[in-house]
Every structure is written in structure tokens, then in C-alpha cells.
């Protein structure tokens, strides 16, 4: 499915991402489902809520949206008719693919939009989402 998404709300995802450098950033992508298109309406950055401080599992590759924060904009989303239509997080260091952990903590019906902060600074941006096999696949962007 296309995605599509306007020039504002690449920059604060991109702004949010090399802010929390070295660490990995999150946040909500709110919008609504028409013509075999998802349309972005509100980027809503939150705070990656990983509780891990290992070496291994740390906020610098995991991330998390705490429970309560999803519930309450799920919420404020439905009084203003928008749903929750995808996911955004970061790659500190790290191509915009997603990782393992990202596979198996999808859901299904969302976007996840990745971007990549190679020494501190946005770089490549891409948006996936599962198949019917729950693997990701690339989806298409478009920027209006
Ligand atoms: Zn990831």
C-alpha cells in the first residue's frame, strides 16, 4: 500500500531521529486509509520507553511506545475519526531496515517507518510493512 506522507512530517521525524542520537527515537503516525492509500495527517513523537541498559539491549537498538501512551492516542485519535496508522523509529548507526525484534513486535495492519542516523545525522528514510507471512516488505512513499 502507498503511504503518503507531506514534507512536514518528514522533517520532524528526521528532527526527532538525530535528537535522541546515539539512541534509537519513536513515535505514532496517526492518518486514515482511502483508495488503496494511507494518508498521514499527525506525526506524534514519544519517548522510547525500552527498559533495557544492558551492552546488548539498550535504547540504542531497541525502542518502545509504553502501553498507556499508545491507549491515549488511539484514543484522541478516534474523537478526531483518525486511526493509528503506523510506527516510526530510528537506526542509530544502522541501514532503514528493520531488525528481528522490529518483525516479531509488528502488528500487522501497520506502517513502520524506519530512518537511518548515520553519525548523528538523518539519512535514509523507508517505510515497511508485514505480508500475509509476517515479513516485512518495502512500501512505497509519497511525499506531497
Ligand atoms: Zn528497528
Redesign the pocket.
Known sequence: MLLKLNPEHLLLIRTHAASTYPEECCGIILGYLANESKTVVEVIPTENAWSGETLEDNKRRRYAIAPEIMLKIQKEARDRSLHIIGIY?S?PDNPAI??ES?RIQAWQEYSYI?VSVPNGKAGELKSWHLDGDRQFQEEEIEIA
Do not use: N
Open positions: 523509529h537506526h528493520p531488525s522490529d524506519i
